[in-house]
């Protein structure tokens, strides 16, 4: 939805694993109108992928939208055992609101397969990737279509962290859910941008934040509401948390106003090894590229250090954030799924 933008809409492929958090970001992608929303793809992680992928089709039926193509992927990691965390998005993947009968359809082709096709028909750099679950199908692109990396114009994931994790003291389930594919997206020379708990944290659905939501009136709005309750009881019965974290939202967010967040280039590692680190992103902060970096995080004053393509973020403008989703919801309006 690009109804107003002075500027062309930044051009976004959401790959995700609805989700409750997945399918918030989906109703801001289409909601914002400085992005446009070229497909959806889904991956194995917080449900099956049969699951996720028909809950991302129901999603779409909520949030209106039509006309986009909507794909399948990988359905387990690379290599390490499927994880399915059912005790934060229930048995469906979406448990709480009532879905709709999924509405599009659902493409004969792969998710690798048509996010090569979109990379290939637009011009190089204009498309950005924006994962919210495991990245197999984006390590899996890199694989299979490394003549198309220089074209994506960008990542931009939510997973990692650089000081927590969730799944395990080190671990963000994202990364966990394929720690082999992580490492390949991170080692890949496209620019990475690592949308991590760090900041996803500061963003919490706490109820003076869904009183703003639900204050919109529409049934899109009440929806969300219902994703939240179902969401945030999880939350606060797992981590005790006083509402849940916008974290995929947050992804997409970033994207329509990269104001939102501030990042720090830095390295980034991802630890595939390890009894107690396997799924940990491990920032060196020791060599970030932002010369004065008002932060003061190691910067380095090297002219000849070549400056890393991956960036993480650091610091989030939370207000922001959350004017953005309630306008973007307020553009949808009500869609009478
Ligand atoms: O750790 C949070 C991430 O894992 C989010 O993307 C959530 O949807 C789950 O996929
Ligand atoms: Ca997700």
New binding site residues.
Partial sequence: MNADSTSPAQKIILDC?P?H??AIAMLLAHGNPNLELLAVTTVA??QTLEKVTTNARAVARVAGITGIPFAAGASRPLVGPQLI?DEIHGDSGLDGPQLPEPSVPLEDIHAVNLIAQIISENEPGSVVIIP??SLTNIALFARMYPQLVERVGGITL?GGGHHTG?MTPAA???ILADPEAAAIVFEESWPVTMVG?DVTHQVLAVPERMDQLKAIGTDVAQFIAELVEFFGASYMKERNYPGPPM??PLAVAAVADPSILRTVRAPIYVETQGQHARGQTIVDFRRTWSHNDPSGLGVTDDPDFEAPNTAVAVDVDAEKFWDLLVDALTRIGNTNF
């Fill in positions: 694993d989700g958090d997945d992680g917080n965390p919210t679950g939510m969730n963000e389930f994202n708990l974290h995929d």
